[in-house]
């Protein structure tokens, strides 16, 4: 079932304001929250992790250095596997340039374009909203995070 825009809309205010109202305990970085939000995002998966270590208090903060570890962790997962394929493909396909048009060759340069638009577009999105103030939650990833994140500071599902 397909969700509206005001429906969407009105559940990621939702969201927002509960994540706001449990994070509104200031930050161990002393950073705003947009701009320590932008920069989990900088460095894609790495500056995640940092900011997993480093922030402790402010839960807006540790959603999105978790969505990013988890979103563009898995991304490049799965750009590190076509690429690993794309470059076995010319000892697969014998001598000389047939390996240029072996079928795992092209999948594997589709799967890793595509990966890597779907990369840089989320990525640039991701900051852009994020230092604007808007909680941007990724259905897949978003909903992933959260739940990692309640695991890992020890909030129990119903909770």
């Known amino acids: 079932m397909e969700l509206s825009p005001k429906e969407r809309k009105r559940i990621y205010e939702e969201e927002k304001a509960?994540?706001?109202s449990e994070g509104d305990t200031g930050s161990s970085t002393n950073l705003k929250p947009n701009t320590a939000g932008l920069l989990c995002y900088l460095g894609v998966w790495v500056t995640g992790i940092i900011f997993?270590?480093?922030?402790?208090?402010?839960t807006v903060i540790r959603f999105h250095a978790m969505q990013a570890l988890v979103t563009f962790g898995i991304l490049h997962i799965i750009m590190a596997i076509a690429d690993t394929v794309r470059s076995w493909a010319p000892w697969w396909g014998?001598?000389?340039?047939?390996?240029?048009f072996q079928?795992?060759?092209?999948?594997?340069n589709i799967v890793f374009g595509v990966f890597l638009a779907i990369s840089i577009i989320l990525w640039l999105v991701l900051m852009y909203q994020t230092y604007h103030g808007r909680l941007l939650k990724l259905p897949l990833f978003g909903?992933?995070?959260q739940k990692l994140?309640?695991?890992?500071?020890?909030v129990k599902e119903g909770d």
């Open 18 to 20: 509960r994540l706001e």
């Open 52 to 58: 997993l270590i480093i922030e402790r208090k402010n």
């Open 94 to 100: 014998g001598p000389g340039w047939n390996w240029f």
């Open 103 to 108: 079928p795992q060759w092209v999948a594997a």
């Open 143 to 145: 909903e992933l995070a």
């Open 149 to 154: 994140l309640a695991k890992l500071d020890g």
